[in-house]
């Protein structure tokens, strides 16, 4: 693995959570390089059809995927994707830290979620909870995990 990086949709606009994703990634900077990419959101008209949010969801894709090499390992958060105990993720990016030859990256996807194109070219989808969390929430949940698992001694 040469780096990680985490590829979000939409900025953060919230002090708070700005604070606790530059803490998180202060942190995993210290045992490994990470970049956090952020692609822009699209806006959602309200009473926007299931045929305009996909739409949306596509064009934010779109730009999701111009930022991933082939060789990169790609992770995307998604509510239907494997779930597990903090112990046992730990272990799982242990067991991917040495065997590849990209990036370890991490999607997050807007509002709507990650497009299908997204979904097919992830190698893996990860579920933090069944709960549905705002995706700026998300970046720091996921930057806080990543920090606890290099902390452990990644």
Same mark, same amino acid.
């Given at each position: 693995?040469?780096?990680?990086?985490?590829?979000?949709?939409?900025?953060?606009?919230?002090?708070?959570?700005?604070?606790?994703?530059?803490?998180?990634?202060?942190?995993?900077?210290?045992?490994?390089?990470?970049?956090?990419?952020?692609?822009?959101?699209?806006?959602?008209?309200?009473?926007? %059809? &299931?045929?305009?949010?996909? /739409?949306?969801?596509?064009?934010? $894709?779109?730009?999701? !995927? *111009?930022?991933?090499?082939?060789?990169?390992?790609?992770?995307?958060?998604?509510?239907?994707?494997?779930?597990?105990?903090?112990?046992?993720?730990?272990?799982?990016?242990?067991?991917?830290? %040495? &065997?590849?030859?990209?990036? /370890?990256?991490?999607?997050?996807? $807007?509002?709507?979620? !990650? *497009?299908?194109?997204?979904?097919?070219?992830?190698?893996?989808?990860?579920?933090?909870?069944?709960?549905?969390?705002?995706?700026?929430?998300?970046?720091?949940?996921?930057?806080?995990?990543?920090?606890?698992?290099?902390?452990?001694?990644?």
């Amino acid at each position: 693995m040469k780096n990680l990086k985490i590829i979000c949709v939409g900025k953060i606009k919230e002090d708070y959570l700005c604070r606790g994703i530059d803490e998180a990634l202060t942190l995993i900077r210290r045992k490994c390089p990470v970049s956090v990419t952020e692609c822009a959101d699209e806006p959602t008209p309200d009473g926007a %059809g &299931r045929a305009a949010e996909e /739409l949306i969801k596509d064009k934010e $894709g779109q730009r999701i !995927l *111009s930022r991933i090499s082939d060789e990169d390992y790609v992770v995307a958060l998604c509510i239907e994707g494997k779930r597990y105990s903090s112990t046992d993720w730990y272990a799982h990016l242990h067991s991917l830290k %040495g &065997r590849l030859p990209g990036s /370890l990256t991490f999607v997050i996807g $807007g509002s709507l979620g !990650l *497009s299908d194109q997204v979904i097919r070219r992830a190698d893996e989808k990860l579920s933090f909870s069944s709960m549905t969390f705002p995706h700026q929430l998300m970046r720091l949940i996921l930057l806080d995990q990543i920090a606890s698992w290099v902390r452990t001694g990644s």
